[in-house]
């Protein structure tokens, strides 16, 4: 151990292995449990921040991460350096920096009450699938997450005030979700109101999906060659099938009609 750097205040040992109880001479860190071949062992875990490697620059007081704002550091008992914040609200907490810098916490729990409505005991339905469905639904719109971001964060998809303050008020307008089904808007590009939503199967909502960014056609299902034709398609259990090719999109169009109408009309809610 390096007796140069560590004000050694005591030393025990448990089991197999020995630790101690230190204060950092360098930057003043006092550390009450640490494992002694940390301290100068290549490679392991350092026991104060000015021995670690850093990551990032410390967090300034009064910065700002959500609806928290940073207050003071406080130095925790060998796992770095952690942070006193308060919420909007009123409400402190202390977390890591990393917690901050990540997004993963922007609160200090307000935010998720107000996003998801009224304590989920007051309803009894938390874990059920219509709760899982209203969380799902509210997530997509509010977070630009990776997976769904193009069909619902960047098209400023919203959810109506009523069902994104209340689970109660959307089971209210959904009902009970038959055995299979899930949560469908009427119109791909609309929004998720009482008017634009329903239980869909599976298969209506593979038919009933919005066309893709890269459309240029300006119909589903139709699609322009590198020969200046246009061809016609449809999928039909998760497989494309060829409708014909032909001289305009609009002939192309009336072809992927009535490939709806033949391959299609017996889905129905």
């Given at each position: 151990m390096d007796n140069e750097r560590w004000e050694v205040h005591r030393i025990w040992r448990e089991g197999k292995r020995k630790y101690v109880e230190i204060t950092c001479k360098v930057c003043g860190e006092h550390v009450e449990r640490c494992r002694e071949d940390s301290l100068s062992a290549k490679g392991k875990v350092r026991a104060c921040a000015c021995t670690r490697p850093a990551r990032g620059k410390p967090l300034k007081e009064g910065e700002s991460f959500g609806k928290l704002t940073v207050v003071k550091k406080v130095v925790s008992k060998g796992n770095g350096a952690m942070y006193e914040v308060v919420c909007e609200c009123g409400n402190k907490k202390v977390l890591s920096a990393s917690q901050l810098r990540q997004g993963g916490t922007k609160s200090c729990g307000c935010l998720y009450r107000e996003v998801y409505g009224r304590a989920l005991a007051k309803h009894g339905m938390s874990g059920t699938v219509e709760h899982k469905a209203w969380m799902g639904m509210v997530q997509r719109v509010s977070h630009p997450f990776e997976a769904t971001r193009e069909w619902y964060y960047d098209k400023g998809i919203k959810v109506s005030e009523e069902w994104r303050d209340s689970f109660e008020n959307f089971y209210r307008d959904m009902g009970p979700c038959p055995i299979g089904y899930t949560l469908d808007r009427i119109d791909p590009d609309g929004d998720?109101?009482?008017?634009?939503?329903?239980?869909?199967?599976?298969?209506?909502?593979?038919?009933?999906?919005?066309?893709?960014?890269?459309?240029?056609?300006?119909?589903?299902?139709?699609?322009?060659?590198?020969?200046?034709?246009?061809?016609?398609?449809?999928?039909?259990?998760?497989?494309?099938?060829?409708?014909?090719?032909?001289?305009?999109?609009?002939?192309?169009?009336?072809?992927?009609?009535?490939?709806?109408?033949?391959?299609?009309?017996h889905i129905k809610e």
């Open positions: 998720y109101c009482k008017e634009n939503c329903r239980w869909a199967s599976i298969a209506m909502q593979s038919i009933n999906k919005g066309m893709h960014s890269n459309n240029t056609s300006g119909y589903k299902g139709v699609s322009e060659t590198k020969y200046g034709t246009w061809v016609a398609y449809i999928y039909i259990d998760h497989k494309r099938f060829h409708l014909g090719t032909y001289e305009t999109k609009e002939e192309a169009h009336e072809a992927r009609k009535k490939g709806e109408e033949k391959y299609w009309s």
